[in-house]
């Protein structure tokens, strides 16, 4: 069965602390991205922000998810960074019982309870600096044009996906 | 001859708070010290601002309590310019906190603290039939046939042969320190499960009333909630039945499943009355019906009771210098210069970093000068408890029926004197006994709103003060409140239409305090102290202390660490 005509529901998952510098990141690009896409009702763009167990629901409720973050792959400031589905940590491993549910504890939750979204990628980008803050690093803000590039590059992939 | 044992980090988040104890050669932790890794420094962010943006910044301290900081916020801005808010805000408020409260006692029970308790691995021996009959004889919830727990236990089991335990991966399985029978093991799992789908839905009631999910808007004057019951658009008849909807089956989940798992774990685990701490106990109070400045009309009633004089509550003013100071002796801050010596009332808080500790990676932090980035809040130079066990204890010394009535109920159910309150599991069961009540009060708020609704009063916001011109040169006002984790107060200095100081003292930092300026350990520090512990790698008699507080050592940074995943963070030094 090939429909090229179906939609896909798409949602964007924006986190991240604006209060440290490139940390970020995940909610700074979500108006360039709200902007972009605007005329597709089939997207849904949600601010994360640092939200714990309360983004289980988002989460469940999607389909086709992608994730914004800053990520530490021990990179240069503002590399852009693309993790797929097992690359993802799904949870940490810290030898503790957990405070405050992290977002790896949210997607290890919703993949436990078998309500994981059918496909997810994370975008990201190295922090150069997590100062205080609530702007990105120059560095970083020169990359978020590019960092939206690729976020839109995979929302075409999976509009078109039959 | 004693041992230093580091456990860092004892939340989740890498480099919040550590703990470093000292044991003597039986195990018995000697000395405790906590210690605030991270600065939050939104002190710094919010100055110059606009006072009516700064709900916004500092309701992103922290990702599990944004709300509280948002209210605390336009309170103090609304009492620096003696803003008078309507009674339906008041409500919606009111409602807003309460579900709060309602969900984060809940995650934190099941969530964050039970596997304190509960051997998750002991659960796949359990006999379902068995645990099917413990759930039908403690509540009358209807998920509890021996079928039913089979599959919860298939799923555990299923966890643990893919060696893929996730949240689970990391307990000390097996720990002595564990008591429960693998059947009410087994009965916690299956809750903890379930409470995962029951928090997705009381956190609708903040998008229906914040109009934005997860973070709500506030605003300085009232509530921005679009109150309409005729409307296509904002909050119409249909969205508030479907909060009223909510609110009861929030409350049937308290009572029927939350509860009765409280009182289970409890009843085997009396033996275990360690963690108890300083007995000085300090509530703001809150939960008002009537304006928040009428403090005798407080459902959670204001006071401070000292050394577990439940005879004598004494009165505490946010505003009075004399009142609430904080010391900075073993923190990493100086005050005009000094490194300490002197303490400070908020309204003269001065927030300048000065980190003097060791250059990572150490081992030990050098707890003889300053070993916190938390500054040390003090009541009159007393170290205070403050949270729920506080709550319940201030509101049962001052006499207040419906705290005095639960509190005797569950002790004489669970057959304990009222001193067996103060302790880690006195905490936690007192923080259930408030999610009794806040809960019922949810629903009696929310019935208030609806009849003033109905009888034609939909307003929520008051504007003659919303202009600048309309402010004072010079205003200074406080706000504060009763957060899930204890009393929250915000202090703001106001000059020219903008924030001139701003200094926060969260439920926290009194709880998790390091040393003060003549030594006095802090909350944390005392109920750790006397604690034997079975197995100096497994500190899970640690864990269980601190977690009873429900620590939030705010401003969450989750950055996504692909390097440093570590599996193990326990040091001995």
């Not at chain 1, 309500?115 to 990105?136: A, C, N």
């Not at chain 2, 002190?43 to 509280?68: F, H, M």
């Amino acid at each position: 069965m090939i429909n090229k005509e179906q939609k896909q529901r798409i949602t964007i998952l924006g986190i991240g602390n604006t209060l440290f510098s490139d940390e970020g990141v995940g909610v700074h690009l979500l108006p360039i991205l709200e902007e972009a896409l605007k005329d597709d009702k089939n997207i849904e763009i949600i601010e994360g922000l640092t939200d714990g167990m309360k983004l289980l629901g988002p989460v469940e409720d999607a389909e086709y998810l992608i994730i914004i973050d800053a990520i530490n792959a021990g990179k240069e400031g503002g590399t852009i960074i693309t993790l797929v589905g097992e690359e993802i940590p799904a949870y940490f491993g810290i030898k503790m019982s957990v405070h405050q549910l992290g977002f790896q504890e949210v997607l290890f939750a919703a993949q436990m309870r078998e309500r994981y979204p059918k496909q997810i990628v994370m975008f990201g980008m190295q922090p150069t600096s997590l100062q205080l803050g609530v702007e990105l690093t120059e560095t970083n803000q020169r990359k978020l044009g590019e960092l939206a590039e690729v976020v839109i590059d995979q929302v075409n992939r999976w509009r078109h996906v039959s | 001859m004693s041992e230093r044992i580091v456990v860092d980090p004892i939340t989740r988040i890498e480099g919040h708070l550590r703990v470093e104890v000292d044991i003597d050669e039986k195990g018995v932790i000697k000395e405790a010290y906590s210690s605030g890794t991270s600065v939050r420094g939104l002190e710094l962010i919010v100055k110059d601002r606009d006072p009516r943006d700064v709900w916004a910044y500092v309701q992103r301290i922290c990702g599990v309590c944004t709300t509280v900081h948002a209210l605390t916020s336009i309170r103090a801005v609304e009492d620096a310019l003696k803003i008078k808010i309507p009674r339906n805000a008041h409500l919606i408020r009111d409602i807003m906190n309460e579900a709060q409260f309602v969900h984060d006692h809940v995650v934190h029970f099941y969530h964050l603290h039970a596997l304190d308790w509960v051997d998750v691995v002991s659960a796949t021996k359990a006999d379902p039939a068995e645990t099917s009959k413990i759930a039908q004889s403690i509540s009358s919830w209807l998920k509890s046939s021996p079928g039913y727990f089979t599959d919860v236990q298939n799923k555990v089991k299923k966890l643990i042969e893919s060696g893929q335990l996730g949240l689970f991966a990391n307990g000390y399985w097996g720990h002595k320190a564990y008591k429960l029978p693998p059947e009410v093991n087994l009965l916690a799992v299956a809750h903890y499960l379930e409470a995962l789908d029951w928090q997705k839905e009381i956190v609708k009631i903040h998008t229906i009333f914040g109009g934005k999910n997860p973070h709500p808007h506030y605003v300085v004057g009232g509530m921005a909630t679009p109150l309409d019951i005729n409307s296509d658009n904002g909050v119409h008849a249909e969205r508030l039945m479907h909060v009223s909807q909510l609110i009861d089956q929030a409350r049937e989940f308290v009572n029927q499943v939350y509860i009765p798992d409280l009182l289970a774990i409890g009843s085997f685990y009396k033996d275990w009355t360690y963690g108890g701490g300083l007995n000085n106990y300090l509530c703001y109070g809150d939960f008002s019906t009537g304006d928040i400045y009428d403090t005798k009309l407080y459902r959670m009633p204001r006071g401070i009771v000292l050394n577990g004089n439940l005879n004598e509550v004494l009165d505490i003013d946010l505003k009075d210098p004399k009142h609430i100071q904080e010391y900075i002796d073993h923190s990493w801050y100086t005050y005009d210069g000094e490194d300490g010596g002197k303490g400070k009332h908020p309204f003269e808080g001065e927030t300048t970093l000065n980190y003097t500790g060791p250059k990572a990676p150490f081992k030990t932090l050098d707890t003889n000068k300053q070993y916190s980035w938390l500054k040390a809040p003090r009541f009159k130079e007393h170290p205070m408890e403050t949270g729920p066990l506080a709550r319940m204890i201030v509101g049962y010394a001052s006499g207040k029926e419906e705290i005095v009535n639960i509190v005797d109920d569950t002790l004489k159910k669970l057959d304990l004197p009222i001193a067996a309150l103060q302790s880690a599991l006195g905490r936690t069961v007192a923080r259930g006994l408030e999610t009794v009540l806040i809960s019922g009060w949810l629903r009696n708020d929310m019935d208030a709103l609806l009849k003033n609704i109905k009888s034609g009063n939909q307003s929520t916001f008051d504007r003659t003060k919303w202009e600048p011109s309309t402010w004072p040169e010079r205003a200074k006002g406080v706000g504060w409140m009763e957060a899930p984790r204890g009393a929250l107060g915000h202090w703001i200095d106001i000059e020219k239409g903008k924030t001139k100081n701003y200094q926060a003292v969260v439920p926290t930092t009194w709880n998790a305090s390091p040393r003060d300026h003549k030594n006095t350990i802090g909350a944390y520090e005392a109920a750790l102290k006397g604690t034997p512990m079975l197995n100096k790698e497994e500190p899970l008699e640690i864990m269980r202390i601190i977690h009873s507080f429900d620590p939030c050592l705010a401003c969450a940074v989750h950055l996504t660490d692909l390097e440093t995943n570590k599996t193990t963070e326990i040091r001995l030094g």
